[in-house]
């Protein structure tokens, strides 16, 4: 069991170093970054750091942790939304003890003593909407299971702009939400991305990101 404890922390740290590589050698000083599931902005951190002159961009639903965001990070425009495939009013999920594993979903192995949850309305967007014709270097999506209906609100902005995209596809995650486990793999390839895990294992086929277990934090690269 600690042997398995292990693994998940350096599996989990490797993947810390691999993000802020890509970070590193995908955004220039002036370069745009979106944070889709900012929590309390450890990753935004680093791309404001890398990136500080670009215009940055985060999405935060809670509305204690998007203010947290707004006053940390003053020079990012923080907008208090969940994303997805359409526009609406959803419930959410807030583990107030456990906030990172809080989605429009429960999570089901989350009990009401460990994550003190609380049900709280938000508004979705989608980030075609919200991005406008703004051209973004990365997009991070970290939405707890929710990614692949991000991904498919935000067909325009990838087709069009081809930034580079760091999202996390947990199979148990996405099946939550009745997702595929390859359903990511495909919507990306079909505009012109090639999948890798963040720390550079890939390409994935269709088959292998399906089948894939342990890896946590996903790379889409255009297919340039």
């Known amino acids: 069991m600690l042997g398995a404890i292990d693994a998940e922390a350096r599996l989990a740290l490797r993947e810390d170093v691999a993000i802020e590589a890509i970070l590193a050698s995908s955004l220039k000083g002036d370069s745009m970054y979106v944070d889709v599931g900012a929590n309390r902005g450890q990753l935004l951190r680093e791309a404001v750091r890398i990136a500080p002159h670009g215009r940055h961009i985060a999405?935060?639903?809670?509305?204690?942790?998007?203010?947290?965001?707004?006053?940390?990070?003053?020079?990012?425009?923080?907008?208090?939304?969940?994303?997805?495939?359409?526009?609406?009013?959803?419930?959410?999920?807030?583990?107030?003890?456990?906030?990172?594993?809080?989605?429009?979903?429960?999570?089901?192995?989350?009990?009401?003593?460990?994550?003190?949850?609380?049900?709280?309305?938000?508004?979705?967007?989608?980030?075609?909407?919200?991005?406008?014709?703004?051209?973004?270097?990365?997009?991070?999506?970290?939405?707890?299971?929710?990614?692949?209906?991000?991904?498919?609100?935000?067909?325009?902005?990838?087709?069009?702009?081809?930034?580079?995209?760091?999202?996390?596809?947990?199979?148990?995650?996405?099946?939550?939400?009745?997702?595929?486990?390859?359903?990511?793999?495909?919507?990306?390839?079909?505009?012109g991305y090639r999948i890798f895990s963040v720390t550079g294992d890939g390409p994935f086929t269709r088959s292998r990101f399906g089948a894939a277990k342990g890896i946590v934090n996903w790379l889409a690269a255009p297919d340039a």
């Open 59 to 191: 999405f935060e639903p809670i509305p204690g942790l998007a203010a947290g965001v707004s006053r940390e990070f003053p020079g990012v425009e923080c907008r208090a939304l969940a994303l997805g495939a359409h526009k609406e009013t959803r419930s959410f999920c807030h583990f107030t003890r456990l906030d990172g594993w809080s989605g429009l979903r429960r999570h089901p192995s989350i009990s009401d003593s460990q994550g003190g949850p609380v049900l709280i309305d938000v508004e979705v967007s989608t980030l075609d909407a919200e991005m406008a014709d703004m051209r973004p270097s990365v997009v991070k999506i970290d939405v707890e299971g929710a990614e692949l209906a991000v991904l498919e609100g935000a067909r325009s902005v990838l087709a069009r702009a081809q930034p580079v995209v760091i999202f996390e596809h947990v199979r148990e995650a996405a099946a939550m939400y009745g997702d595929a486990p390859d359903a990511p793999w495909e919507l990306l390839t079909e505009l």
